[in-house]
């Protein structure tokens, strides 16, 4: 199964008019850089520009198994993107873009030889352009078939069969609301798993007593409880008579430069660094956070996207893991950190599962 996406820019034609060439040129120059990064952040391939629309298949070449999620997650996070790109505009040229998208699955015959040109011919892609065609401006449409495959993740509307053009039979559609909230697992008890939160718990006590740093890994299969043994761990400690302060990371599942995304958001965290902070808030806090020492600073800093030279992530992982234990909590009574990452990747072994830290 192959998943197409289909954006567009509302009512573009009255929107860059009277802009000029090179203005109308620069703004959809913007709007396309933006969809294939967020396309590409999604594993997904953009397979055509024309005028102001943009076609991107999922589960082409390379099938991932969730490529319907991954191309209604583009979607959303497309319209995110042009939302906080439309403050520039408006200042450089006083307009916004809102987009038209829509996302449709099914069957796809693709040619041994990669890449190839999908036009819009397919059933895949005529449906998924007509249902987009009827989108309104902020709106995300799906066909079922794609609602099918999304709905434990999605919140979606019915709007009700669509006749569209070209199409013979009614097309159920939804509208897309947006994501299911995570059920909490502290509502339901933990069963049998006594003798690991025994473990983590003397691993704690022993950091308390010892005021020195313990690595714990929690390994095992997907779906055997790793995440829902360490919020049981974290809950408990939480509660206790000498809570820590408590950090945690997790993995994006997907994108590229997932593997210190974790270390980045409790580097953040630590910092008290909010998304809403400026650079140079964020670097006040920073520098707060390790007394004004330089060094760590300008090794952190890359890694937090304060400066515009890459740096090493490794060595800002080095740098954080050197610097947290020194850094209390603020709090007198907490005797220190407790962090601790999900779906920690494998190529960076030195990830705690859950750690804590002085």
């Known amino acids: 199964m192959v998943s197409v996406l289909f954006t567009d820019v509302a009512d573009s034609t009255s929107l860059i008019e009277g802009l000029g ?122 066909s079922q078939a794609t609602y099918q495959l999304v709905r434990d993740v999605v919140r979606a509307e019915p709007i009700g069969p669509l006749r569209l053009r070209g199409i013979e039979t009614p097309l159920p559609a939804l509208r897309v609301v947006g994501l299911r909230p995570r059920i909490p697992t502290s509502a339901t008890p933990l069963i049998g798993r006594g003798q690991e939160l025994a473990l983590l718990r003397w691993a704690y006590d022993w950091v308390v007593s010892q005021k020195s740093c313990y690595l714990v890994y929690v390994l095992g299969e997907a779906g055997v409880g790793k995440t829902r043994l360490v ?27 997932t593997t210190y995304h974790p270390f980045r958001q409790i580097l953040r965290q630590a910092a008290g660094i909010t998304m809403g902070d400026s650079s140079e808030q964020a670097s006040a806090k920073l520098s707060a956070m390790v007394d004004g020492d330089q ?48 779906r920690a990747p494998w190529t960076v072994p030195t990830w705690p599962s859950c750690g804590c830290l002085r």
């Open 231 to 257: 919020e049981e761990y974290a809950r408990r400690i939480g509660t206790g008579r000498l809570p820590p302060r408590m950090l945690r990371g997790q993995c994006k599942p997907y994108g590229s430069y």
């Open 21 to 142: 060439a090179n203005a109308a040129e620069a703004i959809l120059n913007r709007f396309f850089h933006e969809a294939e990064k967020v396309v590409s952040r999604y594993g997904g391939v953009v397979q055509n520009r024309i005028g102001d629309e943009v076609m991107a298949l999922f589960g082409v070449p390379r099938p991932f198994g969730d490529d319907a999620l991954r191309a209604v997650l583009a979607a959303l996070d497309l319209h995110e993107a042009i939302a906080t790109l439309n403050p520039q505009l408006r200042s450089d040229w006083r307009v916004e873009l809102h987009l038209r998208t829509a996302v449709h699955t099914d069957s796809l015959e693709v040619p041994e030889a990669w890449p190839v040109r999908v036009e819009v011919v397919t059933p895949l892609t005529t449906i998924g352009k007509r249902l987009q065609t009827v989108a309104r401006a902020g709106q995300t449409l799906i």
């Open 295 to 342: 060094s760590v600073i300008a090794r952190l800093e890359p890694l937090l996207g304060l400066t515009d030279n890459p740096g090493e992530p490794e060595d800002a992982f080095r740098a954080v893991l050197a610097r947290l234990p020194a850094r209390p909590s603020s709090s007198s009574a907490s005797p220190g950190w407790s962090c601790w990452t999900s």
